[in-house]
């Protein structure tokens, strides 16, 4: 089906911009957001995003680990049936940027204002999701929600999670999101995800729209190394056992072992050492003890072994020359996500209907898509970066390819919602 819908650029653009003022980040550099899973400006996000859904004449369901989802049941609808669901998530990164998430949100939603406005009688509801938690800035590493509705974690376990001064629990209580029950991602027919790409290969291509093949794989891990805290000025460099200088060799032999594993394999290997934590972090003080968060990333699972599995060598290393003691823990792997032939074809379909120019592009960054494709069929589609940046006030993405994705994403949404076999 081609739905000729009329997709409300203007209404989107208003919506996305609106959410922006939720824990707004001004900067030379652009419009950026701070709003963390549950903080006042994710309630203030949360709440206009439920009353847009009222307004809409959606039915809102909020669950415990409070996933917010609006259903649209349109009497050409059998209510029984699997829903059709897309969305995305509202919290951000610190100092984040305007569409990571919340243009997903609201291309969601468009899609079902405009199939409303057009009379389209899909035979399956439709529902349109915010997942708690996606980026991992509080209470867990990541698509926090996402993994609670795909049944990878329990409800209970999640809400008893804390940032270490308050549980989730609590959090989302203050907020007014504590619902009840779980929203069941499995019992979604299909599930759509737009977002910005957050790179520069639709724009250097020319293409507006990605379709997504693959996601990529995440491992995060801790690292401790415990040396001796020792005065600066009179112990000798023979004498030191400094936590920091070790520290500083694995930083970069992450580096190395990810440039190896690009050059040699998929090429979509990354690896990052994107937090150190030195103690006593005195200038005068030889470090003593550092603690580090490393993320290491691939479509292909092989390849971030190779890489966790170079980071255990080179710590083994560090602790014979250096006499340091170490740590290693990985409590956080996602391995790749191939996506849903199925929705992928839809959205292909849906676009070029519309001729629309897509790319099949892989996504380097995790999406909580990743999560509902274990439990159903799912796509994830990318908008053209104007410039590559994303969890920066930098993120940009031209309003017209918002719009244009948006309609896209409106045609496979009812094909999908319309189709009663697979």
């Not at 669901?85 to 990164?93: C, F």
């Not at 790179?199 to 801790?222: K, N, Q, S």
């Not at 032999?253 to 006593?280: F, H, Q």
């Not at 379909?349 to 999406?367: L, N, Q």
Request: charged residues 25%; aromatic residues 4%.
């Amino acid at each position: 089906m081609n739905v000729e819908s009329a997709v409300d650029g203007d209404a989107l653009r208003r919506d996305v911009e609106r959410t922006a003022a939720f824990g707004a980040v001004e900067s030379e550099a652009g419009r950026g957001r701070t709003a963390l899973p549950a903080d006042a400006a994710n309630a203030q996000a949360r709440d206009y995003f439920v009353e847009r859904l009222e307004a809409a004449g959606l039915d809102v369901r909020v669950d415990a680990v409070g996933n917010i989802a609006g259903r649209w049941t349109p009497p050409s609808a059998d209510p029984d049936a699997a829903p059709v669901a897309a969305g995305s998530h509202l919290d951000s990164v610190p100092r984040g940027g305007v569409f990571d998430g919340v243009l997903g949100v609201y291309a969601a939603l468009e899609a079902v204002r405009s199939l409303q406005r057009r009379a389209v009688a899909p035979s399956r509801p439709l529902d349109v999701v915010c997942f708690t938690g996606e980026e991992g800035t509080r209470f867990a590493d990541g698509v926090l929600g996402s993994t609670v509705a795909s049944g990878k974690r329990g409800v209970e376990e999640t809400l008893a999670l804390s940032d270490g001064d308050v549980t989730l629990d609590a959090a989302l209580s203050e907020a007014g999101y504590r619902g009840t029950g779980r929203l069941d991602a499995g019992a979604w027919d299909s599930w759509l995800e737009l977002h910005i790409e957050q790179t520069t290969r639709l724009r250097d291509a020319g293409v507006p729209l990605g379709v997504v093949t693959d996601i990529t794989g995440t491992a995060r891990c801790h690292v401790t190394i415990e040396g001796e805290a020792d005065h600066s000025g009179t112990t000798g460099m023979g004498e030191r056992r400094d936590a920091l200088a070790a520290a500083s060799e694995l930083v970069l032999a992450v580096e190395e072992r990810a440039t190896d594993a690009a050059a040699d394999g998929s090429g979509t290997a990354v690896g990052t050492v994107g937090r150190l934590d030195v103690e006593p972090n005195t200038v005068n003080v030889v470090p003593g003890a550092v603690s580090l968060r490393l993320d290491l990333r691939s479509v292909e699972r092989p390849e971030i072994r190779t890489q966790l599995d170079a980071v255990k060598r080179a710590l083994e290393d560090i602790e014979a020359e250096r006499g340091v003691g170490t740590t290693f823990d990985c409590d956080y792997d996602v391995p790749p996500t191939s996506l849903s032939e199925r929705c992928r074809r839809t959205v292909a379909d849906a676009a070029r209907a519309r001729g629309i120019e897509t790319a099949a592009v892989h996504s380097g960054a995790g999406h909580d898509t990743m999560q509902v494709a274990d439990v159903t069929d799912a796509a994830l589609l990318f908008v053209a970066s104007e410039n590559g940046h994303s969890h920066s006030p930098r993120e940009r993405a031209d309003w017209a390819d918002c719009t244009t994705a948006t309609a896209v994403l409106t045609d496979a949404l009812a094909d999908l919602a319309t189709t009663t076999d697979h």
